[in-house]
């Protein structure tokens, strides 16, 4: 069975400083991996998703995300966060993109001035 | 492009009610369309997949004379929460899918 694992419930960032959010994943075949972006009492919008090719790949909002099939990962960083960056932060795998996702517990991430 | 609307966004209503929340996909055509349901500060909980003209496939646990899916177009699919009770209030979202999953901004239903 497909399982994502995100060790982090809560990371408190401050603005301008890096952030990693770690994301590990169980499948058996090729994965489509997703992350998503949450804010609060709204709907989950797409960061990135990988399917295939180029291990490294780039988001909306200066995210970026690289697939290590070595270690099952799927992290997702950005430089250089901002205050508009808090917000909740899901992992998502699939068969392949049209089909139903298993979802990580989230990552929430505050940001501190 | 690529965007779901959900509506209503906000119901309250009283125990024993039918409630039906609409999820379109405005300039996609969406091959298979998805139902969460999300608890305060967790995760989403798949409930069904629908298909355009098929009957939906329920996860265990869901009861599917409860929440009744309709998949009319390739555009729309309705939720309707039939007798609902106050254990049914929650935050209810949909997912509209191609080749990626895009997400409606969610209705929270709040059952008295």
């Known amino acids: 069975a497909q399982s994502v694992t995100q060790p982090d419930i809560h990371i408190t960032v401050s603005e301008g400083a890096s952030l990693e959010l770690r994301c590990n994943y169980s499948?058996?075949?090729?994965?489509?991996l997703f992350w998503y972006v949450q804010s609060p009492g709204q709907g989950l919008q797409l960061l990135l998703k990988?399917?295939?090719?180029?291990?490294l790949v780039q988001g909306i909002k200066g995210f970026e995300a690289e697939f290590k099939r070595s270690q099952s990962s799927f992290n997702l960083r950005k430089p250089s966060v901002h205050w508009s960056d808090a917000a909740e932060y899901f992992c998502?795998?699939?068969?392949?993109?049209?089909?139903?996702?298993?979802f990580g517990t989230g990552t929430r991430l505050t940001i501190i001035p | 492009g690529a965007v779901v609307s959900q509506h209503p966004s906000w119901v309250i209503c009283k125990s024993g009610t039918s409630v039906k929340i609409e999820c379109r996909s405005l300039?996609?055509?969406?091959?298979?369309m998805f139902w969460y349901r999300q608890f305060p500060k967790q995760s989403l909980m798949l409930m069904a997949t629908s298909n355009e003209g098929s009957k939906a496939t329920y996860e265990q646990g869901v009861e599917k004379d409860k929440f009744l899916i309709n998949h009319a177009s390739l555009t729309l699919s309705t939720l309707t929460v039939t007798s609902a009770h106050p254990e049914d209030s929650s935050f209810y979202i949909c997912g509209s899918s191609t080749d990626t999953q895009y997400f409606g901004p969610g209705t929270r239903l709040t059952v008295l």
């Open positions: 998502a795998v699939g068969a392949r993109g049209n089909e139903k996702l298993t």
């Open positions: 300039d996609f055509q969406a091959t298979t």
């Open positions: 990988y399917f295939s090719g180029d291990t």
């Open positions: 499948y058996g075949a090729t994965p489509y």
